[in-house]
């Protein structure tokens, strides 16, 4: 019996022997060790207290934190006919397809933007027209989840023709306007659509008259972007 | 930078709106018509140069490059001559003579039409030698007396639009 009551005494006496800290641990951890203490939680709680509440009692939301919904780097796809000149059927085979990085140093209210363009021609010709071109732009927008705007443009460039083969270097300007909208998906990410309307204008330079023309093209275009 | 940009803006619009409008068929193109009136070419130049021109036939080339106007080693030449007999039979007739000279080279059985800007019907082939670095195309159109014809020549494929817009820009007097 006496055996007994020994041996269980020292079952109970071990565990908290082994559960205490070897000195050469360091010492005894504070609160302040495992960061702060979850007190914003608590002060959320006291400003949501504090809030005016509606008639219904029920406290209206607040934006923590505004996120910009304006657009500042944007990569964008357009479509439109240049046409081309001296060519019985200008509007066969003149669609372009143009690659713009679109840059806004101003946006807000007011949207100032300048643009990079490649377009190619998409037809089944063997030699496929292109041009690379600087764009300006101006417009208005109106900043939110979705973005209104409305928006005019100017540019000018190097237009590579090929007619029966051989390269025609021809000077291109434009002018344009576009309205669309951007949709926020997140944060101030967003996708673009907008359509307009393009005048690009060629330098013609007739060798036999010595002469130059300026031909004109008026045209629809569509432009799909994605950008933040 | 907004006022720089309207400046910008302003300046690029006192460039020009343009003259001439690019929606309409062989807009800004060249004409050239013989004395006799019998028949006018719109052509867009360059890369189409005139040669030179005698009575009711004429020469144009594309040069071998913008900068070049070295017709003897042009690209594409185009003759213009007068021919005594309709344009079927003188399309027939050059195709024939084509094949007797390149047995081996490709070409349609038989000749097809085409239509001018003035809604004038034609006849034509195109053809290319058996290695496809020489092509020839041949295009008839009726006139008052006999036909014309516009024979190219070229080491660059001519069943091609641009070849096919001269082609179009090509008109017979009807009287």
Redesign the interface.
């Known amino acids: 019996m006496r055996r007994s009551l020994v041996a269980a005494l020292m079952f109970l006496a071990l565990p908290a022997a082994a559960q205490k800290t070897p000195d050469d641990y360091g010492p005894t951890p504070t609160p302040d060790d495992y960061g702060p203490s979850p007190s914003g939680q608590a002060e959320r709680s006291a400003r949501a207290a504090s809030r005016p509440t509606t008639d219904q009692g029920e406290t209206p939301p607040v934006v923590e934190r505004l996120e910009r919904q304006a657009p500042i780097l944007q990569l964008a796809w357009r479509r439109f006919a240049v ?11 003149s669609a372009m397809d143009g690659i713009m990085f679109e840059w806004y ?2 946006s807000s209210f ?1 949207r ?1 933007g300048l643009a990079t363009e490649y377009a190619r021609e998409n037809s089944s ?2 030699d496929h027209d292109w041009y690379l071109a600087e764009h ?1 732009s ?1 417009g208005l927008q109106r900043p939110g989840p979705i973005t209104p705007f409305i928006e ?1 443009t ?3 460039g190097y237009f590579k023709r090929f ?7 021809t000077a291109i ?1 434009e ?1 344009g306007a576009n309205a669309g909208a951007l949709f926020h998906f997140s944060g101030p990410a967003f996708v673009s659509v907008s359509a307009g309307w393009v ?1 690009p ?2 330098l ?6 010595m002469s130059l ?6 045209s629809f275009a569509i432009k799909l972007g994605l950008g933040f | ?2 006022r720089r ?2 400046l ?2 302003v300046l ?2 006192a ?16 004409h050239y018509q013989p004395e006799s009136g019998a028949w006018s070419l ?9 040669v030179g021109g005698q009575g009711d036939s004429a020469g144009f080339a ?2 071998p ?2 900068l070049s106007i070295d017709v003897a080693h042009a ?2 030449t185009l003759t213009i001559d007068r021919h005594q007999t309709a344009a079927d039979a003188a399309a027939q007739a050059g195709l024939d003579a084509w094949k007797a000279a390149h047995p081996s080279g490709s070409a349609p059985a038989s000749p097809t039409n085409i239509t001018n ?1 003035a809604g004038q019907m034609g006849v034509e082939f195109a053809a290319a030698d058996a290695s496809a670095t020489e092509f020839h195309r041949e295009v008839y159109f009726d006139a008052p007396a006999g036909c014309f014809g516009l024979v190219f020549e ?1 080491r ?2 001519l069943d ?6 001269l082609v ?2 090509f008109e017979t007097a009807t009287q």
């Open positions: 046409g081309r000149a001296g060519d019985a059927m200008p509007g066969t085979d140093p101003v007011v100032f010709r063997a300006l101006l005019g100017a540019g000018a007619v029966v083969s051989q390269v025609q270097p300007w002018f005048h204008v060629w013609l330079v007739s060798v036999d008259q023309t300026q031909v004109y093209r008026d | 930078l907004i940009a309207i910008g803006a690029v619009a460039i020009g709106c343009g003259d001439i409008n690019g929606a309409q068929p062989l807009a800004g193109a060249a719109a052509y867009l130049s360059p890369p189409w140069l005139f594309v040069a490059s913008l690209t594409v800007m070229g660059v494929p091609t639009a641009d070849v096919t817009s179009a820009g």
